[in-house]
């Protein structure tokens, strides 16, 4: 395994339409995590799980949003109902927590457009 | 008001030049992380730096973490076309109160080189 893999790289879709995104993290990594990044900021930390379990959700988080990681291995985020202001880059990332455990890695983002 | 302060928000030098950016924060973290992302990519880690006065070299590259673990900088030297690009400081482990869990980022510095 060569890093953290995200699906699609693109995604337009219209305003209320419901989008769902893949991450697949570096293999032996037992964290896995979701970020938000728009123009001109860093990236917004969304949620993040360790194996199957989400251990904590921010407040960007809405109640559209929802994000499972069901055999703790790969992880969809899905946002319903979508509304303009959630074009943005999606990014995902993975960590092993053991040895230097804040060091994450990132894919290379999914970019939603919301026309 | 955005935890870890990047600047110069923009810098345009030529190659060959030598230059510094920096992150500040008032909070005390416990690692602190640099990333250098392109245009539709997701951040690739750099280093990371978790004692006090800390330095560490990357060939062309020297990062520092601050005594107080408060404030960090990336210094290159003789700049390259290829360092273009946007560069991110991240923390965590503060005293914010924040998680354990997840990356505060900076807007980040985006640097250009110019042949």
């Known amino acids: 395994d060569t890093g953290v893999s995200q699906n699609p790289r693109h995604k337009i879709t219209k305003r209320g339409q419901n989008v769902t995104f893949r991450c697949d993290p570096i293999s032996e990594h037992n964290r896995l995590y979701w970020y938000r990044q728009t123009l001109g900021q860093g990236p917004e930390f969304l949620t993040y799980f360790q194996n199957e379990a989400q251990l904590e959700k921010s407040r960007l988080l809405s109640d559209r949003f929802s994000a499972e990681r069901p055999k703790g291995s790969f992880s969809t985020l899905e946002i319903q109902r979508t509304e303009q202001g959630d074009s943005a880059m999606y990014l995902c990332a993975s960590s092993f927590r053991g040895t230097v455990s804040y060091e994450q890695y990132f894919g290379p983002g999914t970019r939603l457009t919301v026309t | 008001t955005q935890l870890l302060e990047q600047s110069p928000q923009f810098l345009s030098i030529q190659e060959g030049e030598n230059l510094t950016v920096y992150c500040n924060s008032s909070s005390v973290f416990s690692s602190l992380q640099w990333y250098r992302q392109e245009p539709g990519e997701g951040p690739v880690l750099l280093v990371t730096?978790?004692?006090?006065?800390e330095v560490k070299k990357l060939k062309r590259l020297t990062f520092q973490f601050g005594d107080a673990r408060k404030d960090s900088s990336l210094h290159i030297t003789a700049a390259q076309p290829g360092d273009t690009g946007l560069y991110l400081c991240a923390a965590t482990g503060g005293n914010y109160g924040g998680s354990q869990g997840n990356l505060i980022f900076g807007k980040g510095t985006k640097l250009s080189v110019k042949p």
């Open positions: 730096v978790v004692t006090g006065g």
